[in-house]
Nanobody, 118 residues
Framework: VQLQASGGGTVQDGGSLSLSCAAS???????????MGWYRQAPGKQRELVAD???????DYGGFVKGRFAISRDSAKNMVYLQMNSLKPEDTAVYYC??????????WGQGAQVTVSS
């Protein structure tokens, strides 16, 4: 499975950005994806969960999100989205798309840079 992220970029403090991620590859493996989501990694810091969503629509957000971000998923299109509002400089990081199958096989996208200037 390949995960292709798009979106991101540079925005000022308080601005908004969106990310999209498309899964492609073996159709059987894609159908087995249960969890899709986003992680981020800032320079010198560990990778952390931003948000994820199951096939059934159960959502989990990182503690820092505090209502600012919204994850959504279009399973028919094998897509996951992240809308980020009220962005802060501390949100600056590389954002990675993630997918996990029911058999717990994990896949990562190439990362999208999000930069928030103060």
């Amino acid at each position: 499975v390949q995960l292709q992220a798009s979106g991101g970029g540079t925005v000022q403090d308080g601005g908004s950005l969106s990310l999209s991620c498309a899964a492609s590859g073996n159709s059987g493996t894609i159908r087995a994806i249960n969890l899709m989501g986003w992680y981020r990694q800032a320079p010198g810091k560990q990778r952390e969960l931003v948000a994820d969503i199951t096939t059934d629509g159960l959502i989990d957000y990182g503690g820092f999100v505090k209502g600012r971000f919204a994850i959504s998923r279009d399973s028919a299109k094998n897509m996951v989205y992240l809308q980020m509002n009220s962005l802060k400089p501390e949100d600056t990081a590389v954002y990675y798309c993630n997918a996990v199958t029911k058999a717990m096989h994990e896949y990562w996208g190439q990362g999208a840079q999000v930069t928030v200037s103060s």
